[in-house]
């Protein structure tokens, strides 16, 4: 399912709070249909970077003030309704600290859908669509079942982004 790399010997807290995330980081990665054997755990001295391939999704912290930091200052990925006290923005970072007793799957599950959709876009496009176009429309999802190459296709973001050019469920 998803491949994780022993963190550095200190970070056992930022192990335990990749396990809590996991399921939001599973439905994340379906949400955007990354494949999840990119999603990985790299530990480091005081925190530990969750990866989706090589590409940095965020680092977790579980020291004092548990949470997460992602790459960026806007305000996109976080919440309306997030306590402001636990949002801390640099000049390319945001740091996120769990609220006081808070579920960290359910308080940070918005936050990582939509870093994992913010990801999705990055990867570059290297083809517009393959021969599985129309069972993808009516599907309303990519379903090449080869999801590294799936990663590339143009027609999937469209799709992602509840448009679909052909078939029965037609809408643009």
């Known amino acids: 399912m998803t491949q994780t790399e022993r963190p550095a010997p200190g970070t056992p807290g930022e192990q335990a709070l990749y396990d809590a995330l996991q399921p939001a980081l599973c439905a994340a990665m379906d949400r955007w249909q990354l494949p999840r054997s990119l999603l990985r755990l790299r530990g480091a001295k005081s925190y530990?970077?969750?990866?989706?391939?090589?590409?940095?999704?965020?680092?977790?912290?579980?020291?004092?003030?548990?949470?997460?930091?992602?790459?960026?200052?806007?305000?996109?990925?976080?919440?309306?309704d997030y306590p402001a006290a636990c949002v801390h923005r640099g000049r390319d970072k945001t740091r996120l600290d769990l609220p006081e007793g808070a579920d960290p799957a359910r308080a940070l599950a918005p936050v990582l859908q939509a870093l994992a959709g913010r990801l999705a876009a990055q990867f570059p496009k290297t083809f517009d669509c393959c021969h599985r176009y129309l069972a993808c429309s009516d599907a309303g999802r990519c379903v090449n079942p080869d999801a590294a190459q799936a990663l590339g296709c143009g027609y999937k973001r469209v799709l992602t982004e509840g448009k679909c050019y052909y078939g029965e469920h037609r809408n643009v």
């Open 48 to 80: 530990a970077s969750v990866l989706v391939g090589s590409a940095l999704l965020c680092r977790l912290y579980a020291g004092k003030r548990p949470g997460l930091e992602y790459p960026g200052a806007d305000e996109g990925p976080v919440p309306a």
